[in-house]
T-cell receptor, first 115, second 120 residues
Framework: KNEVEQSPQNLTAQEGEFITINCSYS?????LHWLQQHPGGGIVSLFM???GKKKHGRLIATINIQEKHSSLHITASHPRDSAVYIC?????????????????FGKGTKLSVKP | NAGVMQNPRHLVRRRGQEARLRCSPM?????VYWYRQLPEEGLKFMVY????????ESGMPKERFSAEFPKEGPSILRIQQVVRGDSAAYFC??????????????????FGSGTQLSVL
């Protein structure tokens, strides 16, 4: 079993729909990242969370540390949101220098938003 | 204010040749990370470097792979005697870096566009 699991693997939505992508992890973490990988391959960091909820435009990310679960929501989805969304966790380590950037990645959720 | 720059964008090598991938971090960033994305697989951490130091290389293959981040110039990921299994997208990311643990944990990563390595 992977340490970071995402669901669904693939998601097709109609423009305007509310979208939820889920991420579950099995290790203790110090932070969780949501990344967006465009069809051309470039990666953009959307959020970094260690607790609670963050919002940026139409994107909302939440995390429940006790349940080891995070969700990424997209409101009023648009075809330009089509991309692969990747959840990644930074495993907790007393050696903070060693854990920084040593992320464990999920396999990604491929989102396609149809006009 | 340029982002993280990786070059080349595409690199083709024959088996047995050497591949050199370059990463220039964002201005003001002193921490660099390399990741590999094999076809149909997720990203995997390879190495974390600060200027002139390798901090964490737990994700690097034991042989043929090396990385450096010199005092001047870009970070280099070097793959010697490439094999077909090395074909992948290699991504670099950078962060500002901090001596404060909480700030370091809270650091956002900025990614380059990647280098697609194809081994013939």
């Amino acid at each position: 079993k992977n340490e970071v699991e995402q669901s669904p693997q693939n998601l097709t939505a109609q423009e305007g729909e509310f979208i939820t992508i889920n991420c579950s992890y099995s290790v203790g973490i110090s932070a969780l990242h949501w990344l967006q990988q465009h069809p051309g391959g470039g990666i953009v960091s959307l959020f970094m969370l260690s607790s609670g909820k963050k919002k940026h435009g139409r994107l909302i990310a939440t995390i429940n540390i006790q349940e080891k679960h995070s969700s990424l929501h997209i409101t009023a989805s648009h075809p330009r949101d089509s991309a692969v969304y990747i959840c990644a966790v930074r495993q907790y380590s007393v050696n903070y220098g060693g854990s920084q950037g040593n992320l464990i990645f999920g396999k990604g959720t491929k989102l396609s938003v149809k006009p | 204010n340029a982002g993280v720059m990786q070059n080349p964008r595409h690199l083709v090598r024959r088996r047995g040749q050497e591949a050199r991938l370059r990463c220039s971090p964002m201005k003001g960033h002193s921490h660099v990370y390399w990741y590999r994305q094999l076809p149909e697989e997720g990203l995997k951490f390879m190495v974390y470097l600060q200027k002139e130091n390798i901090i964490d290389e737990s994700g690097m293959p034991k042989e043929r792979f090396s990385a450096e981040f010199p005092k001047e110039g870009p970070s280099i990921l070097r793959i010697q005697q490439v094999v077909r299994g090395d074909s992948a997208a290699y991504f670099c990311a950078s962060s500002r870096g901090s001596r404060d643990r909480d700030l370091l944990i809270g650091e956002k990563l900025f990614f380059g566009s990647g280098t697609q390595l194809s081994v013939l």
